[in-house]
């Protein structure tokens, strides 16, 4: 009986629908995020249908044939589900690491970890528990969205196995998506790493690697060659959007060789399925240390409390005070490095962000240094291999994946700068401190810029190779410099207050990852809707830093470098969105102009913020200065 009920225990064991799973489902249900989440998505959705709509809807307009009328209706449908299709794939690679990354760090902000792992339940139910409940949320939203393909069979134009084929692709990434970032948040307390690891992971899979394929496939078409069956396998195993498109395009799968859609969900889903073991033996890592009776799994922000409350607001150089009257000696005051041992300004806030690294610990610092420049330099070694590294669009493309990436790392760590305090017990103790709100939300704001400047500098020392190299000028490369580092100012001061008014990390940094949205996808939408006959849409190119970039780089190049540029000075021309073309000197104009607003708008909202400190934290003003006394 013992050994049967033994295997009893252990099969139950590996059940994932379990005690955490049930406890998560009446958390995520009672969060107020869960049915704004479901309003924004089914909204950001419906404004995309509307687009293509009112894109149809003036061609249909005076034709009488009815056959016509037919193809103009089959055609729309085929295009609204690409358009769910393609909306649904990418909500699903951003949503699923947003709503698992703080499913462990949250147990450790709250140091119920260490009493989760007394429990009988095994890391495998925990891990498996927090992450399909996670994934109900996203498939919720799916689901939510089903009606959009009614409407589009009821169109015509589109088979059900092709319907099927996209629920399955999109569920098979967001499990993806969602278990790295589980087993990022299981092995690191920071939230901004976690968020911004995920995503420098998905992009390189999804983006990096697909475009370095791409390339090698250019290559050899413009040798005469045929892309060989290795290309289609490789995207397909690796890369949802381009199954997709093959579902999409039939004609293109067969040309390509490419394999049938279930490949991809099987390699997901056995991706996802390796993600979740490691996770829980990390997991399970930290329970043999509470076992042992060793240090508890890393609190986060332990780093921050105590540097707040013994050097931001105390001094570097604070040593305990003796015992009164206790017959004993005082004790010395703990060695401190040089270092350490400098003196606070007057703003501590400020002193303290200046000295926050990007990573807390010196070996993480340095794998991410060097793995940033290892990949960076095969990426070079790749392309030059196929005399692709010297196109324009391989600097576009290069321009592109960076200015993703920094607009990500900024909305993350934005969103994370007051909200992380918020969640940890370093709060209280700052509104308590003689620090006002002008030293608390600059302070921040330039923390943020302090902590953006190594990736901002690799991005630089990118640019200037290819300047000494030739291949772009000092010019383009000052301009695509200029254009990441102004534009995305903005998203510091957004994150900043969304930070400030929001208790929880998650809500602050998926707000600020949907204001970028909002400013170029949303806006050109609307536009397109009010407007579609005159194309209203692309009056946002005037402040999209993507415009500006392709821009640069396809006139701003050497005109001697045949392979880069082969056109006369004529064929030239810089169009800034719905403004139409313009001179060289009126684009660089352009340029600094629409970035000097993009600061002056963040300086704007910072100094807003800053103003209305007390009255959203609900701290009573400081009526006096306090003395040196």
């Known amino acids: 009986m013992k050994q049967v009920y033994s295997a009893a225990m252990r099969i139950s064991a590996l059940n994932p629908v379990g005690a955490i799973f049930g406890k998560e489902l009446r958390v995520t249900a009672r969060r107020k995020r869960t049915y704004f989440l479901r309003f924004i998505y089914l909204g950001v959705l419906l404004l995309f249908l509307l687009g293509v709509y009112s894109e149809h809807s003036y061609e249909r307009h005076g034709h009488s044939n009815a056959l016509l009328k037919a193809q103009q209706q089959n055609a729309m449908g085929l295009e609204f589900f690409g358009v769910f299709s393609f909306f649904s794939i990418t909500a699903m690679a951003i949503l699923g690491p947003v709503l698992t990354s703080t499913s462990m760090s949250g147990e450790r902000l709250h140091k119920t ?20 409940s996670r994934v109900l949320v996203a498939t919720t939203l799916i689901g939510l969205s089903l009606p959009c393909l009614a409407v589009v069979r009821l169109l015509g134009g ?43 992971v998905l992009l390189m899979l999804y983006a990096i690697f697909a475009a370095m394929a791409t390339a090698v496939a250019y290559s050899n078409v413009r040798s005469g060659r045929l892309p060989g069956p290795g290309y289609g396998m490789a995207m397909a195993i690796t890369n949802p959007f381009f199954t997709m498109e093959s579902v999409l395009e039939p004609k293109m799968a067969m040309l390509l060789k490419t394999p049938p859609w279930w490949i991809c969900v099987i390699s997901h889903v056995t991706a996802t399925a390796v993600l979740l073991l490691l996770t829980s033996l990390v997991l399970r890592r930290s329970e043999r240390k509470l076992a042992e009776g060793g240090a508890s799994p890393a609190m986060p922000a332990e780093e921050e409390r105590r540097s707040i409350s013994t050097v931001g607001l105390a001094g570097a150089d604070a040593a305990p005070p003796p015992l009164p009257d206790s017959g004993e000696k005082a004790l010395p005051p703990p060695a401190v490095s040089r270092r350490a041992g400098r003196s606070v300004s007057d703003n501590p806030v400020l002193w303290r962000e200046l000295r926050r690294p990007m990573m807390s610990k010196r070996w993480q610092r340095i794998v991410g240094s060097c793995g940033c420049i290892a990949l960076l330099l095969f990426t070079y070694l790749w392309l030059g291999k ?14 592109i994946v960076f200015e993703v990436m920094l607009m990500l790392m900024t909305c993350a760590i934005a969103g ?74 903005i998203f510091i001061a957004t994150g900043t207050y969304l930070s400030l008014r929001l208790k929880k990390v998650l809500t602050a940094v998926a707000l600020n990852l949907v204001v970028p949205l909002a400013m170029y996808l949303g ?21 999209v830093p993507f415009n500006y970039i392709v ?17 006369t000075e004529a064929e030239k021309s810089f169009r800034v969105g719905g403004l139409g073309t313009v001179t060289e000197s009126g684009f660089i104009t352009y340029a600094v102009a629409v970035g000097l ?33």
């Open 386 to 399: 196929f005399n692709v590294l010297e196109k324009r669009d391989a600097q576009i493309g290069y321009a």
């Open 158 to 200: 589109v088979e059900l196995d092709a319907m099927f084929s996209t629920i399955c692709l999109c569920l098979s990434t967001v499990l993806f998506a969602a278990a790295l970032w589980l087993f990022f948040s299981t092995c690191i307390n920071r939230a901004y790493g976690t968020i911004i690891l995920s995503y420098v």
């Open 597 to 629: 607003a993009h600061i002056l708008v963040a300086a704007v909202m910072l100094q807003g913020t800053a103003a209305g400190f007390n009255r959203i934290v609900g701290r009573a003003p400081q009526s006096s200065e306090l003395g040196p006394g």
């Open 523 to 543: 806006v050109a939408l609307m536009l397109q809707i009010v407007d579609s006959r005159h194309d209203a849409g692309k009056f946002v190119g005037s402040y």
């Open 416 to 489: 994370t700068t007051i909200a992380q305090e918020r969640e940890s017990d370093t709060w209280t103790l700052l509104l308590a401190s003689p620090v006002s709100g002008q030293n608390v939300v600059w302070g921040k704001a330039i923390g943020v810029l302090r902590r953006m400047m190594w990736p901002m500098i690799l991005v630089a020392m990118h640019f200037t190779g290819f300047v000494m190299a030739g291949i772009i000028t000092l010019k383009t490369a000052a301009v695509v410099v200029w254009v990441m580092i102004s534009f995305n100012t």
């Open 113 to 132: 970890l260490p009493v989760l792992l007394m429990t009988p339940l095994s890391s495998w139910e925990i891990v498996s528990g927090k992450l399909l």
């Open 551 to 567: 821009e640069s780089i396809e006139n701003l190049t050497p005109r001697h470098y045949q392979l880069v540029d082969d056109r």
